[in-house]
């Protein structure tokens, strides 16, 4: 049995099976106020780590803006529509080639509408993101019933090459899928962890700087 090939299929497999992770994965946008700031924070996944938060901040957003463009399809043309974020010195595409502009414009004028009035927002692109654990169940688990088949019917499934060839293609992707899924775990956890310890140390920092201050002003 080619053991190469098994593991480029594999391989292949578990890309797929990632894309479809990180496909899902709705992208999430933000407007904070940080030390009297307006931040813009877009937060979406990692390719290879589909359960790790990739992080974004700006600073100095001025506007929000919706960009038209044609598409060619093989036999037509069409309108998508990006949503643009615009900085001093550069540009940032918020969601791209969107064809509902409806939605869009909704984002837009939200976005504007915090800018103006210096007000936080949260907007999470609407896609089937809540359900990115259950598919990947689905994606793990679902074709083990092709294996349990042949073993419930009796079939002598060892002595069958091509139904240990998917057997094998099948255990090796899902363990690379899995052995990345865990990674992402363990580097999301730490940074969550760090991230808590960094807050942590500024909330001491400022408990110190207002206990000096206040102390100051008794001394005066």
Request: aromatic content about 14%; proline content about 2%.
């Amino acid at each position: 049995m080619n053991f190469s090939f098994i593991f480029i299929i594999a391989v292949v497999i578990s890309i797929c099976e990632l894309a479809v992770l990180y496909i899902v994965t709705p992208k999430k946008f933000e407007l904070k106020i940080i030390d009297n700031i307006l931040m813009a924070i877009i937060s979406k996944d990692y390719f290879f780590l589909p359960f790790t938060t990739k992080v974004r901040k700006y600073k100095g957003i001025q506007e929000a803006y919706i960009r038209s463009r044609e598409e060619r399809g093989r036999y037509s043309k069409y309108t998508v529509y990006d949503l643009i974020l615009k900085f001093p010195k550069k540009a940032v595409v918020l969601f791209y080639g969107k064809m509902n502009k409806k939605g869009m414009l909704k984002y837009c004028e939200q976005i504007n509408k915090s800018i103006v009035s210096f007000e936080e927002c949260d907007i999470t692109e609407f896609k089937i993101g809540k359900e990115k654990k259950i598919i990947l169940l689905i994606l793990l688990f679902v074709p083990l019933v092709f294996f349990i088949a042949p073993i419930i019917n009796n079939t002598n499934y060892t002595k069958d090459l091509d139904y240990l060839l998917y057997l094998y293609i099948y255990i090796t992707a899902t363990s690379i899928t899995t052995v990345f899924v865990l990674l992402s775990l363990v580097i999301n956890r730490r940074i969550n962890l760090e991230n808590n310890g960094k807050n942590k140390d500024k909330k001491n920092i400022d408990i110190d700087s207002e206990s000096k201050r206040i102390y100051d002003s008794l001394i005066k």
